[in-house]
């Protein structure tokens, strides 16, 4: 659930919803993904075995199977919890990328707003249907709380993010959306919409950062039978953590004010983990291989201390 490093130059340490980010002197930094698990912006009180190395090690073979689009932030991956990479001044936004009427797009559409971001979304839609074209809807990073929906005009028009360095971004974007399409469609999945987030490095050059293409990230639904369930108008087979979402909204819970979060049973965590388990031989084809779960912290401490000694 946490971690507490002693590094060699550490200049100041970030406490994220899920991550934990250690800053050091020589320009770098340290990403540990936890087993925390958040939904609607609320961290859950109990971890989930094994899903920060899922997280970890699926943004680490997407991050390389993308290198040719963008370039990243990732330099090693010490430990099955740990990223160490470059560091960069992110933007303050994330580039939302759908490709169906899903998730919080759908849950607006059915509200009557036609209108997402300042892109419309067509009329007669049903949930989970295709766009024509991938919509891009992006978000304002929130330091704590709810991040916010934004259009490319107010994000422009607020200087968040200036036109030349925000159209690139969404170049980026759709080429990225469009390669986890290709990987997910060899796994018989529909990458159905995404977040990437990117940022400036020391040299000025935009790079892609955080993670990609994980199941925290990303919604991927099972391509076999999509259109079946769609005609019949069932819901989707999916792989993301929108099955943990959809929990706490049958249990009253949806991140706001005055509710109150439902209890999560060791049988629901080990649920959770076995489902995330499968999240990940799925999304990437390969086996998963548990790392120890005694006393993860020192494990981590041991491998980065390793890594570091032997640069």
Known sequence: ?????????????????????????????????????????????????????????????????????????????????VAVGKLCEPFKVEMVIRGYLSGHAARTYKTGGKMLCGVPMPEGMKENDQFNTPIITPATKAEEGHDEDISREEIIRQGIVGEADYTQLEKYTRALFQRGTEIAQKQGLILVDTKYEFGKSAEGEIVLIDEIHTPDSSRYFYEDGYAERQEKGLPQKQLSKEFVRQWLISKG???????????????????????????????????????????????????????????
């Open 1 to 81: 659930m946490q971690t507490n490093l002693e590094l060699e130059g550490l200049e100041s340490k970030y406490i994220g919803k899920v991550r934990e980010v250690y800053r050091l002197q020589n320009k770098r930094l340290v990403m540990i993904a936890t087993d925390r698990l958040s939904a609607f912006d609320v961290v859950l009180p109990k971890g989930i075995p094994y899903k920060g190395q899922i997280l970890n090690q699926i943004a680490t073979q997407m991050m390389k199977a993308t290198a040719d689009i963008v370039p990243n932030w990732l330099e090693a991956t010490p430990d099955p919890n």
């Open 253 to 311: 819970f949806q991140g706001l004010d005055g509710q109150q979060l439902p209890e999560m049973d060791e049988e629901r965590i080990t649920s959770i983990s076995e489902r995330y388990i499968e999240l990940y031989e799925k999304i990437t084809g390969n086996s998963f291989t548990k790392a120890s779960l005694e006393d993860i912290p020192k494990r981590i401490q041991t491998n980065i201390d390793r890594y570091f000694s032997s640069l």
